[in-house]
């Protein structure tokens, strides 16, 4: 049974961890799963992911959505849709949802357009589940080591890029920035409650993962077990025991 799930949130919000630990409780019940992240994964969404950890700033926010958008075209291409197709569970380490909150609600670009580009980057294909992993700001980049940049960065216009090989451009962007993305990613999910499921980020990472796994769960037409959630040795009915398509993944 095809299942698209992505995962969705700030930065440092427990996008990875959650989309490591659910991939890891499918392959234990034998299911065909793929992990894809973005921008990453292909060789271009790899080469590009690599180009914006550097951090140069963009002159055109338009053009930093359009290295996004290219990335997010050859994933689907290459391995979201094919892998859809032969009914393998794809988990997606953010997608689409991203831009709308960052090139949209963070920058400034016109949400219609935003749309408009993932759609054709996309084929149209959209998460079947999409968990928020919704986190304060601050605490998420503390996670991630930024701590430092949001005292430099509570001031407005003291900012300074900082972290030249490691993070990404956004953890140097201003607290204001992330509150804003934030909003945007709530904003999504009350705006299409039946894909889209809020988890509170600051739980213990199990905790959301026994939540996460029980709407995935529930997605394959099984029930979670009364007696908590954890991994069961069964096959899941309508999944096939064939090898995760590990071939794909770069
Ligand atoms: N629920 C949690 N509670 C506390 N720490 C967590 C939790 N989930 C993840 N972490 C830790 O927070 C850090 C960031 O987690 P992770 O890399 O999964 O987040 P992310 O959303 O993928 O971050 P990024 O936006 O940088 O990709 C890691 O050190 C991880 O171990
Ligand atoms: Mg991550």
């Known amino acids: 049974m095809a299942l698209f799930i992505s995962f969705e949130g700030g930065e440092g919000s427990g996008k990875s961890t959650q989309a490591q630990l659910l991939e890891e409780r499918l392959r234990r019940l034998g299911a065909p799963v793929v992990s894809v992240h973005e921008p990453g994964t292909t060789h271009l969404g790899l080469y590009l992911r690599k180009w914006l950890k550097q951090g140069r700033p963009f002159d055109s926010e338009l053009a930093e959505f359009l290295l996004f958008a290219s990335a997010r075209a050859e994933l689907v291409s290459q391995i979201v849709q094919p892998s859809l197709n032969q009914g393998t569970i794809v988990l997606a380490d953010r997608f689409s949802d991203s831009s709308v909150a960052y090139q949209g609600y963070g920058r400034g670009l016109p949400i219609k357009l935003i749309d408009e580009i993932n ?3 996309t084929g149209g294909i959209t998460p079947d589940i999409t968990f928020l992993l919704d986190c304060p700001p ?3 980049l503390t996670r991630v080591g930024a701590s430092f940049q949001l005292k430099l960065f509570d001031s ?3 900012a300074k890029p900082v ?5 990404t451009r956004f953890e140097q962007e201003p607290i204001h920035f992330h509150e804003n993305v934030r909003s ?5 999910a009350e705006k299409a409650p039946e894909r889209w499921r809020v988890v509170d980020a600051t ?3 199990g905790e959301i993962s026994d939540i996460v796994w029980e709407d995935v769960e529930a997605a394959l037409g099984r029930p979670a077990e009364e007696n908590g959630h954890g991994p ?3 096959i899941l009915p309508g999944i096939s025991t064939q090898s995760a398509l590990h071939a794909h993944t770069v």
């Not at 945007?184 to 999504?188: A, D, E, N, T």
């Open 156 to 158: 407005p216009g003291s």
């Open 232 to 234: 069961r040795n069964g």
């Open 184 to 188: 945007g990613f709530r904003i999504l």
């Open 203 to 205: 739980l213990q990472a």
């Open 163 to 167: 972290r030249e090989s490691e993070g």
């Open 119 to 121: 759609t054709e980057a």
């Open 138 to 140: 601050k605490v998420g």
